[in-house]
């Protein structure tokens, strides 16, 4: 996996120095990585970024989750579930 690897910390450091505006939290689950994101005009960019980057090959989008948060100013997350075939490695991208 990505994240047990020397590499994970290089690329942590990497993505949140170039999507510093983006990316507001960072969560180490268990065997997850979990980004929180701006929903905005760069998510795409985000998004292919982590598909295209040659350690990271987040190519496939394994789920997509809604989060119904009653009461909340913001009632509904969307949790974007990344798999990278070549690192057998998930990513969640939260927003």
């Known amino acids: 996996m990505l994240w047990r690897s020397s590499l994970y910390w290089s690329v ?3 993505l949140l120095q170039t999507w510093k505006t983006q990316v507001f939290a960072v969560g180490v689950d268990k065997y ?3 980004f929180f994101v701006k929903q905005n005009k760069g998510f795409a960019a985000f998004i292919e970024f982590l598909k295209a980057y040659h350690l990271t090959k987040f190519e496939q ?3 997509i989750i809604v989060i119904d948060r009653p009461g909340h100013v913001w009632r509904f997350q969307v949790v974007y579930s990344l798999l990278s075939v070549h690192w057998a490695d998930v990513f969640a ?3």
Do not use: G, Q, T, Y
């Open 32 to 34: 997850e990585l979990s």
């Open 12 to 14: 942590l450091l990497l």
């Open 93 to 95: 991208v939260m927003c």
């Open 61 to 63: 989008l394994s789920d």
